[in-house]
């Protein structure tokens, strides 16, 4: 199957405005096209912005948690019915993973431009530079042969004549100029400190943004001759969830189960993937909102990531849904929180009172990220002792230094092992006795581990 042709949003690293261009490109194109949106990367809170940008599910292209050969089937899955496709990056163009290879494009935005086969239109910002710019993007499209910069669009420049000076640098290093858009200062999404405020959280003055973001490229950028650019990546069967589990040998259960998903301000950090396999495993599933709705009765319940610490006092008075799904747990429910969610199934959290599932405390600490190979240390409701994935962790929590020592001794195992960057062995996560309640701070790619999912509504099913 033909999947919708496209093009990649780059930049020369953060900060230069790529989603404010992006998702202002995703919703002037959903005007007259059906766009399907992507973000290279694990990041949840871009495609956040794209899904209202462009009318359909933003979604990640991970070629790390998912692997460098689904990248292509997933674009195709997400892009079936689509007249275009439009993909932001991440970071710098060539930002990925960090490995021994100093030049390796690994989980970068270069790399998937590269296995989907899609130009590059490149993002820089024009302050503080003029014909400098062209020493600056000759080096971004002669860096690897295999990564096409097709086009430039010019952020942030201080006048007409500013954006003429770079515009005819750079096009006498051969790479063409598709707009310059202007300083402004009235259309900027606020930040915090795992970045942009999630789209969620922005109510109804979001789809505002996004209009004028969208009329500043519609404005000042050639989207005619950008569409013209796209090119369409290698025919490749769409990723389909059910023959995703049926190939590790998983089937669609025939019984009717229910699987409660907490959505919302405070846990917002779903993959698409994910909600599709468990359906495809067989269940029901509905969403809640921990902060409006009452909680669901559910065999299982998932409570993704999201900003806990931001909703903490919220979160606390809602003695209703804290003690249903406590009495959840000791009916023998399946849990799985991540990250966020392991946070509200702890006792307490900055001072504010959480669900008390799981003995212990987390406050606000230094920033951790980063890419993570995991090893299952405890069987559970979501692997078996020895089983590999990949994923990320992304936050600016911290458990206190009792926190495992109190778990283990209300019976508590730990759920993943991995090696950190200094090559010491990291014990993390939780697994209640029964295997029923896994909790940690690891964010795995459903789509790259769906043997998760498929054993999740088994436990669910039993």
């Known amino acids: 199957m033909v999947a919708a042709p496209g093009l990649v949003i780059a930049a020369t690293a953060s900060g230069t405005g790529k989603t404010t261009i992006a998702t202002g490109l995703m919703r002037a194109l959903s005007r007259s096209r059906t766009v399907a949106p992507f973000k290279v990367g694990p990041d949840y809170i871009d495609p956040g912005y794209h899904g209202v940008a ?12 998912c692997g460098p050969q689904s990248i292509l089937p997933l674009y195709s899955h997400g892009s079936e019915g689509c007249d275009i496709g439009v993909v932001e990056g991440v970071m710098g163009l060539f930002d990925g ?47 690897r042969t295999d990564v096409r910069v097709s086009g430039v ?94 190939a590790l040998g998983v089937a669609h259960s025939p019984a009717e189960v229910r699987v409660a998903v907490a959505s919302g301000p405070a846990f917002s950090f779903t993959y698409a993937e994910h909600l599709e396999l468990l359906s495809a495993a067989g269940a029901e599933v509905v969403e809640f909102d921990p902060l409006a709705d009452d909680l669901p009765d559910a065999a299982g319940y998932i409570i993704p990531g999201g900003f806990p610490e931001e909703h903490a006092d919220a979160l606390s008075v809602r003695d209703d849904v804290r003690r249903g799904l406590q009495r959840a747990a000791d009916d023998g429910a399946v849990i799985h929180g991540e990250c966020a969610g392991l946070l509200w199934l702890l006792e307490d959290l900055g001072g504010r009172r959480m669900c008390g599932i799981i003995p212990g405390r987390a406050s606000m600490a230094r920033l951790k990220l980063g890419y993570r190979e995991a090893v299952a240390l405890s069987d559970s409701a979501l692997a078996t002792v020895g089983t590999r994935v990949r994923g990320h962790e992304f936050h600016k929590t911290a458990l206190s230094a009792d926190t495992a020592a109190v778990a283990e001794a209300a019976g508590f195992s730990p759920a993943w092992a991995w ?40 436990a669910c099913a039993r």
């Open 54 to 65: 462009a009318g359909r599910p933003g979604r990640n292209l991970d070629s790390y948690m």
């Open 97 to 143: 993973r960090i490995g021994p290879d100093p030049l390796s494009i690994e989980g970068s935005t270069a790399e998937i431009a590269s296995l989907l086969g899609l130009p590059v239109v490149l993002v820089i910002d024009a302050r503080h530079m003029s014909q400098s710019a062209a020493a600056m993007v000759h080096g971004f499209a002669t860096m």
């Open 153 to 246: 669009i010019i952020n942030r420049v201080g006048s007409p004549r500013h954006a003429d000076i770079i515009t005819r640098a750079v096009e006498a290093m051969g790479v063409e100029v598709l707009g310059a858009i202007p300083r402004v200062t009235d259309i900027e999404v606020p930040s915090r400190h795992l970045g942009l405020i999630t789209a969620v959280e922005q109510g109804e003055q979001l789809d505002a943004v996004i209009e004028a973001m969208a009329n500043l490229v519609e404005r000042y950028v050639d989207i005619d001759r950008l569409l013209a650019l796209a090119a369409t990546p290698a025919e490749a069967t769409p990723w389909d969830p059910r023959e995703a589990l049926e």
């Open 419 to 458: 090696r950190g960057w200094d090559g010491a062995a990291v014990q993390e996560g939780f697994v209640s006795r029964s295997g029923r309640i896994h909790a940690s701070y690891l964010h795995v790619h459903p789509a790259g581990a769906p043997g998760l999912v498929g054993r999740f509504v088994d």
